[in-house]
C-alpha cells in the first residue's frame, strides 16, 4: 500500500519524525537494471551528438512505475531509486568526454576495460564525498533553485498520491514527450532554425531552438539568468561571428559551403574559447563567493557531528549525512588509490620516465585531483542549482580543468628537459588525469539535484549518500563495455576499429575531439589566449556592471553571460524564452493579487506553484522521450530510422517548430495566471 503524508509544516513533504523504508530490495533490483539502461543510452547520445539526459527526472518517473506494481512501495523508496540511478547514468558524461580522446590520440586501440573502469569508479567515489560536505552549503542557498531537483522533487510528491497540479504536471510531460518524439525521431518539427547571410565581409544572422525541455527550464531559472544569458548571446553571435568573419575571411575549404555552416566553423574555432574565458572567471568568482558559506556548512557539519555523539536523537533524520569523520577517510582512502592508479598508467603509457619522474607525476597529479576535484564539484553543484544539470556546462568546466593541467605538466616536463616525442606520452597521461577530474565533476553537477528532490519530500540525506555509491559501482563496471561495444559497431571520433566502415554512422565524440586538440595544443603552444583573455576580459566587466546594478534590484550571472557565449543558439533562446514567460507572470500577476499581504503571498506562491509545475511537466517528458528513442537508435546504428519528414518537408518542419515553442511560451504563461485574473 502507498503511504501518502501531507506536507510538513515546515518544509518537508515526509515529516522527520515519519521513518519509512528507503533502501530496500527491490530498490537495489530496479537501480542495477535502470541504472544499465540509462548508462547504456546516454553514451550512445553523448558520442553521437555530445549530449547527455540527466537521469534524475527519468528515473524518478521510471522507478515510480514499477513500484507500483509492488503492494507495499512508498515515496522514499521512489527517490532512492532514481537517485542511484541518476549518479549511475550521469557519470557516463564525463568520462565519454575525456576516454575517447585516447583512441583519437592514438594511445589506445580500444577502450581499456581496467583502467576505463578504475577512473571512473575512484572519481565518482570522490565526486560523492565530496558533495557531502556541499549539501548543506549550495541546499540551503537562497539564490539557487536546482530546476531539475525540483521537478524531480514534485513529481515524486504526486506519486504519493497528492492530487493538486497533477494534471498540469501531466499535461506538461505530454506535451514535452510529444514535441520531443516529433523533433528528434520522426523530424517533423525542427528543433531549431538558423538564418545566416553574408553582408560585405562579415557573416550576420540569428537562429532558434525550440526545445520543450529547455523551455521549461528556463521558466523555472527565471528572468534574471535569462536576461545574462541573452547578453552572451549577443556579444558572442551577434557581435562576435561579424567581427571575427570580416578579420579572418573565409577559410579556402570552406567556399561555397552554406553561410550557417561557416557561422558555426567561427563559433566553434573562436567563440567557444571566448566563453571559455568568460565561464573560468566565473567559475572562480562563484568558488571565492562559496567560500564562506562553505566554512560555515564545513563548520555546521563538525558540529552536528559532536551534537549527534552527545545526543543522536536530537539530531532530525532529514539532517543526517554521512558523517564528516568518514568522508575525511574515505577521502584520503581514495586518493590514495588514485595515487597508484596514476602510478600504474605511468608504467603503462609513459615508459620513458624515470621511477622518480613516474612517482612525482603521480604524486602532483592525486593531489590535483583532489584540489581541482573539489573546487569543480563545487562549480558544478553551483551551475546546477543556477541553471541545472541538463544544460549545465560541464564540458566547458573539462576544458578548463584540461588546459590547467596541461600547462602545469607542460611546465614540469620543461624543468624535466623531456624531449619532443616524450612530450607526446605527457599528453597521454593528462588525458587520463583528467578523465579523473570529469568523473568527479559529472557526479557532482547530478548528485546536487538528487539531494535537492531528497531535501523537498524529506528523505534521509545518509541513506541517499550511500546509493550514490551503488550508482557508481554499477557504472564503473559497465561502462567500458558500452563504450567498447559503440566503438566496434560505428567507430569514434574520427577513428575505425577496422577499414570498410561506414563513415556516416560514425559516433563523433564531439568534446573528447575538442579534449585531445586543447591537450595537443597546449603541449605544442598553439593554443589561442588571446580569444580567452577577451573571455575574461568580458567577465571583469561584467561583474563590475553586476556591482553597479545591484542596489537598483538587477543581477547579472557571469557564468550566465558565458554559457551564452559558450552554446549556440538551439541551446540558450529556449530557455531565455522560458526565462521571459517566468518574468511576465511575475510581472503582470502582481498587479492582479488581493491587497491582504496574507491572501496575496497565499495567491502568488499558487501561482508560482503552478508554473513550476508545468515547467517540471515539459522537462520531464522531454527527458523520457528523449531516453526512450535512444533504445531504437542504438539497436538500429542510426538516429534516422524514424524519420518520416525527409528533406522536402524541412521549411514545413520549420515553420511547426516556431508555432509549437511560441505555443508552449504562451500555454505555460496561462497555465500560471490562470488564477489571478
Not at 537562497?142 to 525540483?150: C, I, Q, R, S
Not at 558555426?264 to 574559447?273: A, K, P, T
Amino acid at each position: 500500500m502507498t503511504l501518502s503524508t501531507k506536507s510538513h509544516p515546515n518544509k518537508y513533504f515526509i515529516p522527520p519524525e515519519v521513518n519509512l523504508p528507503e533502501i530496500t530490495p527491490k530498490v537495489i533490483v530496479i537501480v542495477i537494471f535502470l541504472t544499465i539502461f540509462l548508462a547504456a543510452s546516454n553514451t550512445y547520445l553523448g558520442l553521437k551528438v555530445g549530449l547527455t539526459i540527466t537521469g534524475s527526472i527519468p528515473a524518478a518517473v521510471i522507478a515510480m512505475g514499477i513500484l507500483r506494481f509492488f503492494k507495499q512501495h512508498n515515496v522514499l523508496e521512489n527517490n532512492i531509486a532514481q537517485t542511484a540511478v541518476s549518479a549511475g547514468s550521469i557519470i557516463i558524461s564525463g568520462l565519454i568526454f575525456t576516454i575517447p580522446a585516447t583512441l583519437i590520440m592514438g594511445a589506445w586501440t580500444h577502450i581499456e576495460y581496467w583502467p576505463t573502469m578504475a577512473i571512473t569508479l575512484l572519481g565518482g567515489i570522490l565526486g560523492v564525498l565530496f558533495s557531502i560536505p556541499l549539501r548543506r552549503v549550495l541546499l540551503d542557498n537562497p539564490t539557487l533553485t536546482f530546476p531539475e531537483g525540483l521537478a524531480v522533487g514534485e513529481v515524486l510528491k504526486h506519486s504519493a498520491g497528492e492530487k493538486m497540479g497533477l494534471g498540469t504536471l501531466l499535461t506538461g510531460g505530454a506535451l514535452g514527450a510529444v514535441i520531443s518524439v516529433g523533433q528528434i525521431g520522426l523530424k517533423v518539427v525542427s528543433s531549431g532554425i538558423s538564418y545566416w547571410t553574408k553582408i560585405g565581409p562579415s557573416l550576420y544572422g540569428i537562429g532558434l531552438g525550440f526545445s520543450p525541455a529547455l523551455i521549461g527550464a528556463g521558466f523555472i531559472v527565471g528572468l534574471s539568468v535569462a536576461m545574462s544569458m541573452l547578453i552572451g548571446v549577443v556579444l558572442g553571435w551577434i557581435i562576435g561571428v561579424p567581427l571575427i568573419s570580416a578579420h579572418h575571411g573565409i577559410p579556402s575549404d570552406l567556399i561555397g559551403h552554406a553561410s550557417g555552416e561557416i557561422a558555426y566553423f567561427y563559433w566553434s574555432h573562436y567563440i567557444r574559447y571566448i566563453g571559455i574565458g568568460t565561464i573560468m572567471v566565473g567559475s572562480i568568482w562563484a568558488v571565492i563567493c562559496l567560500i564562506k558559506p562553505m566554512a560555515v556548512g564545513i563548520k555546521s557539519s563538525l558540529g552536528a557531528l559532536r551534537k549527534r555523539t552527545a545526543d543522536s536523537g536530537a539530531m532530525l533524520r532529514t539532517e543526517r549525512d554521512i558523517s564528516i569523520q568518514k568522508v575525511l577517510i574515505g577521502s584520503v582512502i581514495a586518493i590514495i588509490l588514485i595515487f597508484f592508479m596514476m602510478l600504474w598508467f605511468t608504467k603503462e603509457w609513459a615508459p620513458e620516465l624515470t621511477t622518480t619522474q613516474g612517482v612525482i607525476f603521480s604524486l602532483l597529479s592525486a593531489a590535483i585531483i583532489y584540489g581541482l576535484g573539489f573546487v569543480v564539484s563545487a562549480i558544478c553543484g553551483y551551475f546546477a542549482g543556477l541553471v541545472g544539470s541538463s544544460i549545465s556546462p560541464i564540458s566547458s568546466m573539462i576544458l578548463i580543468a584540461t588546459i590547467l593541467t596541461s600547462l602545469l605538466m607542460l611546465g614540469i616536463s620543461f624543468l624535466w628537459h623531456l624531449p619532443s616525442a616524450e612530450l607526446a606520452t605527457m599528453t597521454i597521461l593528462v588525458v587520463l588525469m583528467n578523465a579523473v577530474i570529469a568523473a568527479v565533476a559529472s557526479v557532482s553537477n547530478d548528485t546536487m539535484q538528487d539531494l535537492k528532490a531528497g531535501q523537498i519530500i524529506g528523505a534521509t540525506p545518509w541513506k541517499q549518500q550511500v546509493m550514490l555509491f551503488v550508482g557508481v559501482v554499477i557504472a564503473a563496471l559497465i561502462l567500458p563495455v558500452v563504450m567498447q561495444l559503440l566503438y566496434q559497431a560505428y567507430g569514434l571520433g574520427g577513428v575505425f576499429p577496422r577499414p570498410g566502415m561506414d563513415p556516416s554512422q560514425m559516433l563523433l565524440a564531439p568534446q573528447a575531439s575538442l579534449v585531445a586538440a586543447v591537450t595537443q595544443g597546449v603541449f605544442a603552444l598553439s593554443l589561442p589566449w588571446g580569444l580567452i583573455g577577451s573571455g575574461v576580459g568580458i567577465a571583469l566587466l561584467v561583474l563590475v556592471l553586476d556591482r553597479i546594478l545591484r542596489p537598483y534590484g538587477l543581477h547579472l550571472h557571469v557564468l550566465g553571460v558565458g554559457i551564452g557565449i559558450y552554446l549556440p543558439f538551439e541551446s540558450t533562446i529556449p530557455l531565455i524564452l522560458g526565462g521571459i514567460a517566468a518574468g511576465l507572470v511575475t510581472h503582470l500577476t502582481k498587479k492582479h493579487l488581493p491587497k491582504q499581504p496574507v491572501l496575496a503571498a497565499a495567491k502568488y506562491a499558487e501561482i508560482q506553484q503552478r508554473g513550476l509545475l508545468a515547467g517540471c511537466g515539459l522537462v520531464a517528458g522531454a527527458a523520457l522521450a528523449g531516453v526512450g528513442l535512444a533504445i531504437p537508435f542504438a539497436i538500429a546504428g542510426s538516429s534516422n530510422i524514424l524519420n518520416v519528414g525527409g528533406a522536402g518537408f524541412k521549411p514545413y518542419a520549420d515553420l511547426l517548430g516556431l508555432f509549437i515553442a511560441a505555443g508552449l511560451v504562451y500555454w505555460i504563461y496561462r497555465v500560471s495566471t490562470k488564477i489571478a485574473w
